[in-house]
Nanobody, 126 residues
Framework: QVQLAESGGGSAQAGGSLRLSCAGS????????MGWFRQAPGQEREGVAT????????VYADSVKGRFTISRDNVKNMVYLQMNSLKAEDSAMYYC???????????????????WGRGTQVTVSS
């Protein structure tokens, strides 16, 4: 079973906005760092943003600081990624992932994230 599900991807023009959503179980969201990763053709998967269950502790990649915002809704069991001022280089497959709070390693260490969604495509044209 896929326990995380992304939605909200699509096409946008440079300078535009999109909001991605990630749906998960209450258990997963309450016991994991929830992160967004992306991977473009020919490139390695990279961390974009991650958020702690408290909703206040967040980490962003330098490339998206000031443009993207990660947030969560504990009632709806959802995690969001608001993407503003989009650039062509933001085009990628975006994945939602969950990292157990007990796992060591960096916040964007891919191998420490146990749950992954199937991804949602974001395409930005200039």
């Amino acid at each position: 079973q896929v326990q995380l599900a992304e939605s909200g991807g699509g096409s946008a023009q440079a300078g535009g906005s999109l909001r991605l959503s990630c749906a998960g179980s209450r258990y997963i969201l309450n016991n994991n760092w929830m992160g967004w990763f992306r991977q473009a053709p020919g490139q390695e998967r990279e961390g974009v943003a991650t958020i702690y269950p408290d909703g206040g502790t967040t980490v962003y990649a330098d490339s998206v600081k000031g443009r993207f915002t990660i947030s969560r809704d504990n009632v709806k069991n959802m995690v969001y990624l608001q993407m503003n001022s989009l650039k062509a280089e933001d085009s990628a497959m975006y994945y939602c992932a969950a990292k157990p709070l007990t796992r060591m390693g960096g916040v964007f260490a891919t191998e420490t994230y146990n749950y992954w969604g199937r991804g949602t495509q974001v395409t930005v044209s200039s």
